[in-house]
Structures are given as C-alpha cells and as structure tokens.
C-alpha cells in the first residue's frame, strides 16, 4: 500500500513543477489528487476481485483433474508450452512483465 502512495505523491509532484504559472488553483490540485486516488482505488479493486474469482475458480473442485487431459490435448495439437525453458527465459527478460510483479 506505501509503494502506491509514493508512486501518487511522485506523480502530483511531477504535475505540479509542469504548471506554468506562479498561482495555483487548490481545487484543481485537490481534483488530480482525487483523480489519482480513484485511478489507484479502482485499479486495486479490480485486482482484488480478479484475485477471488480466480481463487474461488482454482478452489471450486479440488479433485478435478480435467485441466491435465485438456493441457494434453492442447500441446498435441501444436500450441507452445508456456513451461519451456526458452519461454521462461523471454519472460525473465520481460520489464512490463516484471515491473507488474513489482520486482523491477
């Protein structure tokens, strides 16, 4: 939650050295305050739904093996396994892929 709030605060202070002019308006900088604040409410919101229904999906029927059978299928029809070593090394070398993961 504090990394958030400092990417926030590092973005309003990059807004404000933009402004051309020596007055500011405090309701326009109370607006992008409110703006980024939304912006990241409903981001985190967003990602916190996909997490439970992800959740509720994986957990719904443990004993269910039909993913195996279809992943078999999917592979023997030609489609690339994400597990390769060589995709697995493109994706360690992702920057979007690991800034999203929070390890850039």
């Known amino acids: 939650m504090g ?12 807004e404000r050295e933009k402004q051309t002019s020596l ?6 900088d109370k607006n992008v305050f409110l703006n980024k604040m939304t912006h990241s409410a409903l981001n985190l919101y967003e990602r916190k739904c996909d997490v439970k ?10 004993e269910n093996e039909s993913h195996n059978r279809i992943m078999d299928e ?11 070593e060589s995709k697995l ?16």
Do not use: C, H, W
Not at 23 to 28: D, F, Q, R, V, Y
Not at 54 to 60: D, H
Not at 74 to 84: H, Y
Not at 89 to 104: C, H, I, T, V, Y
């Open 53 to 62: 229904n992800f959740s509720k999906l994986v957990l719904s029927d443990p």
């Open 74 to 84: 999917l592979f023997a029809s030609g489609v690339k396994d994400p597990f390769e």
């Open 23 to 28: 007055a500011t308006n405090p309701i326009e």
């Open 3 to 14: 990394y958030i709030f400092k990417k926030l605060a590092q973005k309003l202070v990059q």
């Open 89 to 104: 090394m493109q994706l360690s070398d992702n920057k979007r892929f690991l800034r999203e993961l929070g390890l850039d």
